[in-house]
């Protein structure tokens, strides 16, 4: 796989038009990109976090999320997902699945080297579906001992997977990988979150992520959806804000999609922690149906 270095992460706006342009045309790919696209010395904007902090839920503060690389990296994952050789059109992509390993909590300090690829394009018993994996490097904080060449290593690394919904897809039985269990391992819900419609358009804003059916009624509907829907990420990094300080810096976390947030809406959250194993299981439901919205589990 060839890797294409850039000096700085691409423009959103020239990305979005590409999106737009290429979600008009068929696409006859069936196969991932294949290049790993990456960029170094990403820096962390102090208020960018602030404002990501306030949409997903988390405490204000000069700190790092789990979950905020992914919208760090976001720019880069979109020039990937935009181009050509990518087997969908990025309008109407659903995100179902997500796996974060962090070995170490990131800084606002830190300088991030950034590398996204795409994988595993695969069929889905609700489509197709198909992985963006991104990691993150950074310098060791400590620095090289004596005699050795400052080097970085990968601290942070996540698989994406996204579906492309289609009727006429025979059923297929999901990849281990593509679905944790559906069983309530949560418990009861311990907190109810009303979310309104502006959720949609406030992490747009802070994650670049301008995808319609998180912010238009008529793309929503055009995408099967009654209406608007809440990211994924932002679903998910609401359950993670719900967890703080029980998150360990060095963590797994790992949550499927089950059924969309529609916005407006109130959802439950819940949780359990199995202490012999140190994990905590949480879920996001319908606050007045119980349907299922997400499953998760943080480990250390």
Known sequence: MAIEEAGELPALGGLYRRAILGGLTSRSVDGAPQAELLVRGVRIDRDHIARYNRACGFRVADTVPVTY?????????LELMTRPEFPFGLIGLVHIGLHIEQSRALTTDDRLDITVRAENLRDHERGRAIDVLTTVATLDPAGPGPGEAAESRI??????????????TRPTTPRPDDELATEDLAGEAS????????AGPSYAAVSGDHNP??????????FGFPRPIAHGMWSIARG???LEGRVPDQCVVEATLKAPVLLPGTVAFSSTARVSAGTIDFALRDARTGRLHLSGTVAP
């Not at 690389?69 to 976001?74: G, K, N």
């Not at 601290?155 to 006429?168: F, G, K």
């Not at 907190?191 to 502006?198: E, L, R």
């Open 240 to 242: 993670v804000a719900a």
């Open 213 to 222: 059916i998180h912010t238009s009624w008529v793309a929503a509907r055009l």
């Open 69 to 77: 690389p992914h919208v760090v990296a976001f720019p880069l994952a």
């Open 155 to 168: 601290v942070w690394r996540e698989r994406s997977t996204y579906l492309r919904r289609s009727r006429r």
């Open 191 to 198: 907190a109810v979150w009303p979310v309104s419609t502006a």
